[in-house]
């Protein structure tokens, strides 16, 4: 093997416990990476399911214990403390805490990751989700001489002076939508800097392993049943509740139609899951929506879908699940905000609706279900796109030409050079 390998460590920085589009966006990018170029290593923040998956894909990973922030104003039973005690020490308490945290939090990490740096000999430092965190990473890469670079995955509503300014440190932006390069260009990150890299997909790799039989069986659906899905984790912003809705509206129609919520929960979206099966409840759809849970034959329950719903009510950075649903031959359904038109092609491999409408959600599914020569028209023309446009190999050769830019000295070329279509 080559001994002039650059080390690359790719630094997930999820702590909330759920696996979401970033664990197998990294996972598919190692998985395909040029291993006689470089290789890789993943610095987790917690243990996850996927650890497993990562090493067979010839990827060393590392478990990083995360100080939580400390709260003077809390006691153990998480309730906060009296009023009388937060209006007399409060300030004083306030400044101390915010000392002690940056500390914690910040400084000491600095110094761990520069010690890490040095004893794995990284050569590049690749953040996983976005510039906004872990900051000590690109703290630390001034005291060695690994360069970094950042995934960009959410659109965020604001960069503060902090982050920006040490955002100049990286030598380059992994943009996963226009949606995202257009924020943040809105605050003021140079162009030359962010290059569009949709995320990608590989049709061979996502297969089913189980019969539609046995998904049907398992959730007691009848074959007759028009199944339809949605999925990611249950979060307020990941728009359950307008599927709820939606619902509600579809089965005047279609009584015997079943939705999918497919997906787990933080524990501090516990409370929205608990709106979620209040809202079914109050709306007697227990028998129309099923929630899953977390799954890991997600192949599997989309074969069993006529359409695969993506519903945001803010906007989605990329989707990958409408991806997941195309490359399956499904037609999908996605909100006019976000990345998901960038993916979609309204009334050629799915339909977009108006965010945030229920009526209009239902309509675009009802549409879908109610003419099923249209819908496998769209699920056909959705793999063929996903093949032409959004292929990991895609994804892949883009990235790997930002590495070589970088570590060859040469010039880095917008965006529109190297990202997808």
């Not at 309730?79 to 300030?91: D, E, F, L, R």
């Not at 914690?104 to 430092?125: A, H, M, N, V, Y």
Request: charged share 25%.
């Amino acid at each position: 093997m080559n001994d002039n390998r650059k080390k690359i460590l790719y630094v997930e920085s999820n702590v909330d416990g759920t696996i979401g589009g970033s664990y197998f966006s990294l996972l598919y990018l190692i998985q395909g990476l040029d291993k006689t170029k470089y290789v890789p290593t993943v610095a987790f923040y917690r243990e996850n399911e996927l650890i497993e998956r990562y090493e067979k894909a010839g990827c060393k990973v590392h478990i990083i214990d995360k100080a939580m922030p400390l709260n003077f104003f809390k006691k153990n039973n998480n309730q906060y403390t009296s009023n009388k005690v937060s209006s007399i020490y409060g300030p004083p308490l306030l400044v101390l805490q915010k000392l002690i945290n940056y500390f914690r939090l910040f400084l000491l990490p600095s110094f761990q990751c520069i010690g890490f740096i040095k004893r794995e000999k990284i050569d590049l430092i690749h953040l996983n989700n976005t510039l906004l965190r872990p900051q000590e990473w690109i703290l630390a890469s001034l005291f060695t001489s690994s360069h970094v670079v950042a995934h960009e995955r959410g659109i965020n509503d604001s960069y503060p002076f902090l982050y920006r300014l040490n955002a100049k440190r990286l030598k380059a932006i992994f943009c996963i939508s226009k949606s995202v390069e257009n924020r943040l260009l809105e605050n003021g990150f140079p162009k030359k800097q962010l290059h569009l890299v949709y995320n990608g997909l590989d049709p061979e790799e996502f297969t089913i392993s189980k019969s539609k039989e046995t998904i049907m069986d398992e959730f007691e659906l009848n074959i007759s049943d028009p199944v339809i899905g949605l999925i990611g984790n249950i979060k307020p912003w990941k728009g359950q509740g307008l599927m709820v809705r939606a619902m509600d509206l579809i089965v005047e129609k279609i009584p015997n139609a079943r939705c999918l919520i497919i997906g787990t929960w933080a524990e501090s979206a516990r409370d929205y899951y608990d709106d979620i099966r209040k809202l079914i409840s109050e709306r007697n759809l227990e028998k129309n929506i099923i929630i899953t849970g977390y799954r890991t034959d997600i192949p599997c329950l989309i074969n069993v879908l006529r359409v695969v719903v993506h519903a945001s009510i803010q906007p989605e950075p990329f989707g990958r699940v409408l991806l997941e649903g195309m490359v399956l031959g499904k037609p999908v359904v996605t909100p006019d905000i976000g990345a998901g038109p960038e993916i979609v092609e309204d009334g050629e491999t799915g339909s977009i609706f108006a965010s945030g409408d229920p009526r209009s959600l239902a309509d675009a599914i009802l549409h879908l279900l109610e003419n099923p020569q249209i819908a496998e028209e769209m699920g056909d023309a959705g793999r063929k796109r996903v093949v032409e446009h959004f292929h990991i190999r895609r994804n892949i050769k883009s990235i790997e030409s930002i590495y070589a830019s970088i570590f060859n000295n040469q010039p880095l070329f917008s965006s529109r050079t190297v990202g997808a279509d």
